[in-house]
């Protein structure tokens, strides 16, 4: 039995869900685009050729295309490693009652219905949000910071700086991690990719290794709840996105009238 037969989701909901995150990484990729049209002029200094031409393009695709072989080993490499530290938190998590009862909390919302998707709507979508996350918060955000802070204080503390500023960024930006366990997580994920990618300069290897990440959590989830007799440990999630929209809808209805 799979997942998807033991824990169906709602139809609208998994339609909701698939627009939802579509259309947010869609925004996401505008603003990673106006964040390297605003990164490469302030570089170059030539904004016309920036704004006008393809300088900020082929910045972007330099990036992605550089030692591409090279990338993918180390990004999947990384990967690997980010996940046996997400493992190794889960473990410990799992050892005290209140560590226990934050991993079944995560399980509650749209963690719990993202692994339930489609294999090729969690595939594409999760391809999409590597590129579109570290286009924004490592080659634009990371750049901007480290740009900026270099006017001020030397390359080092500049660095490490904007390694910190863009690590508590990523994690703000994740609203949806705000226990102990996944907080730590989630900012020494985005510590270990900003080092990544200062390291080496290459957006595909970051960008490798957070799909990677994603894919392979979302589809050891997906095992996870054929596995466990009682996964969720409370009631299934099933339309998160439709109830939000639906209450949503009502407050205005409400403040209209």
């Known amino acids: 039995m799979s997942a998807r037969n033991r824990y169906p989701l709602d139809e609208n909901e998994e339609r909701s869900l698939v627009a939802n995150l579509a259309v947010s990484q869609g925004i996401l990729l505008l603003a990673g685009f106006a964040g390297a049209i605003v990164l490469t002029g302030l570089a170059s200094g030539d904004w016309e050729q920036t704004v006008f031409g393809s300088e900020w393009i082929r910045s972007v695709v330099v990036s992605m295309s550089a030692n591409p072989a090279q990338a993918a080993v180390a990004g999947a490499a990384l990967a690997l490693v980010l996940l046996a530290l997400a493992w190794t938190c889960e473990r410990w998590a799992l050892r005290s009652p209140s560590g226990r009862k934050a991993v079944i909390a995560t399980r509650q919302g749209i963690n719990g219905e993202m692994p339930r998707l489609p294999a090729s709507a969690i595939v594409v979508l999760m391809v999409l949000t590597g590129f579109t996350e570290e286009l924004l918060f490592r080659f634009v955000l990371l750049g901007l910071l480290l740009y900026g802070f270099s006017l001020f204080v030397p390359p080092l503390l500049a660095a490490i700086v904007a390694v910190f500023v863009s690590s508590f960024v990523f994690w703000i930006a994740h609203v949806r991690y705000r226990d102990f366990w996944s907080s730590a997580l989630t900012l020494a994920l985005a510590v270990l990719l900003n080092v990544a990618y200062l390291a080496t300069g290459s957006l595909l290897l970051v960008a490798i290794t957070h799909a990677g990440y994603d894919l392979v959590t979302l589809f050891a989830e997906r095992r996870k ?15 998160i996105i439709l109830d939000a929209t639906e209450q949503t809808q009502n407050r205005k209805d409400s403040d209209g009238s």
């Open 225 to 239: 709840m054929v596995r466990e007799p009682d996964y969720f440990h409370s009631k299934i999630p099933n339309r």
